[in-house]
């Protein structure tokens, strides 16, 4: 009997034990699965960074190609183990449907509800003029990608901006039209619901004229505008040598469209808003998308490692070559993280005085550093369309 019980007894401490023993197996292989997959900033704070985009509505591409860059290269910071002491970054967009109000109320939300410690956005330079006092009140950081009006830095010191400003643009293109294209005579075509389009417009006419060209024609549209037929005949009898139309991809492919469709052979010249060509080829076929040349602030045919390097991951993420809203979206996100860096701090005051002694930042888009308006000094870049295919032709220093 105590023979048959002690027995019982080991049998049971083995049983025990055996199953002890897969119970602290099974933890150990959990542990080390979960530190397997999990970054070593997991327990820092994420730093909440508020992206509001276009990424619905009339402007949409802006937008989503804005949101897509930003995440890439945060993304790429977080992979390398975030920053300050290991925290990772997050980006929190709002869309704000290319609506002015929506904009205004995103921004409200990202900076009351969600605790941002800056903003990123807008894409356009309406809805970037929009919040702009918004975070002047709020003294919270903002950088705009692609806001080129001049005014959207001079609402507030705690707004920056990564691409090059209308001014600049217009010059640029005037001087091309009148050197390069031997252009005397230009029309200008104006959206006449935008700040951008009404601004480029200004900048050329100013540098057209004073380089002895003559403005022949200056018409206006609305964005819901879809016949064009009566501003392109008033243009054909002022003999312009080229159309100026510093406007947005949606009206500029079916502008171009139907400028050729009544043999309107003349070169088309617009801004940075022209650079979708995709979005264009939806609205004009190939061989309209000829003769076509637009400025903007990057090319991806541009040979600097930075530039390489993006182009690759970009393409690896999303399976496409970015353009220049997204070359734009991706360096003032990476502009923000290297001010956090600088700061060692995401404190609003640090920040802002970090972005402001920016200098010698190597982006996708350029070396670049912020002037007093926080505007940055960089080149600018001509673009060709051939056959709805983007060329890089020239590039203008400031």
Known sequence: MFCLQTHQLFRRRRIVMKNMRIKILALIIFAMVFTAVTPAFSAGEPILVGGNYEMSGSVAA?????V???NLAFEQVNAKGGILNGRPLKLVTYDNQSDASQAIVGTSYLINEEKVVAILGAATSSLSMSIGPV??????????????????????????????IDDFQGDVMASYAYRN???RRAAILIDQSSEYSKGLARYFKQRFTTLKGTIVAELGFLPEDRDFGALLK??????????????????????????REAKMDLPILG?????????LSLAASPKA??????????????????????????????????????????????????AFKRANSTESNKVREALAATSGFSG???TIRFDKDRNPIKSAVIIQLINGVPNFKDEVEP
């Open 271 to 279: 801004g940075d808003g022209w650079d979708f060509p995709n979005e």
């Open 68 to 70: 897509r860059a930003a």
């Open 234 to 259: 008033q243009i054909r009898n002022s003999k312009a040598d080229v159309i100026y139309a510093p406007i947005y991809y949606q009206s500029a492919g079916i502008i171009v469209r139907q400028a």
């Open 289 to 338: 998308l000829n003769n076509i040349y637009y400025t903007n602030h990057y090319s991806a045919d541009s040979t600097s490692p930075q530039n390489k390097a993006f182009v690759q991951a970009y393409k690896a993420r999303y399976g496409q070559t970015p353009g220049g809203v997204a070359a734009l979206g991706y360096d003032a996100a990476m502009l923000l993280v290297d």
């Open 135 to 164: 975070v002047k009140s709020r003294e919270i950081p903002m950088i705009t990608p692609t806001g080129t009006n001049p005014k959207i830095t001079q609402i507030s010191g705690f707004i920056f901006r990564a691409c090059i």
């Open 364 to 366: 996708v888009t350029g």
């Open 181 to 183: 294209l031997r252009a």
């Open 62 to 66: 802006y937008g989503m190609d804005c």
